[in-house]
């Protein structure tokens, strides 16, 4: 188990709003009318059965309407609207800027296009967060998601827990940290997401799916 090194990850960038280094992909004024994000190619299925990912979020200003998805499983490569527009699955955490411009968090599920969240939790901006996103495929048809977000490094102030019932059991390839969903209005958000930890054993010598463009 390592945290997972972002410069292996590719970048699609158009307009220079996503910075990316080992540990951290920094979103500044990003936009949420173009299609921007980080992502790794997995290879297929490699997201399967139960999962527990870590991680952290801090978001820093933006305006009402602004978003962006963080950790988020698909079998795809667009933004999130192009997913799910073209009838694409996906497990996400994302952060989304209120009529008050203030952050909450959600949770969703896309299942073949229908959307389904959880119910979402109202967040500082300025503030580090910590993250536990889980799958429990042993709780329910489908298996159960959690988001779980605390205060503390060591996660044992436990702020709030997002659940969602699944609606379907998929296997996921592509795991992204940044990435935009393309629609109007063109508003912007500002933050980062670091130190995400797949809680995997590491791949083998010599595998790699990422690179950096844009």
Known sequence: MAIEDLTTYTK?????H???????????????????YVYKDKGVDHFNGDFEHLSEIYSSAGAAS????????ANLVD???????????????LIHMDSANAPSLYMREYDAGTEYTADPYAINPSTLYYLKFKRDEGVGTYGTLYGYLYSDAARTNLLTTLTLTLHAKKDFRYIYVTQTYNAAPPKVITGYYQNLDLQ???PPAGRSFGYIIG
């Open 12 to 16: 699609v960038d158009p307009n220079g």
């Open 18 to 36: 996503i910075t990316v280094d080992a540990n951290t992909s920094t979103f500044t004024d990003l936009p949420r009318n173009e299609d921007a």
């Open 66 to 73: 602004g978003i962006v998805y963080i950790n988020v499983l």
């Open 79 to 93: 933004d999130a609207k192009g997913i799910y527009d073209g009838g694409g699955d996906m497990l996400t955490l």
């Open 200 to 202: 995997e054993a590491p």
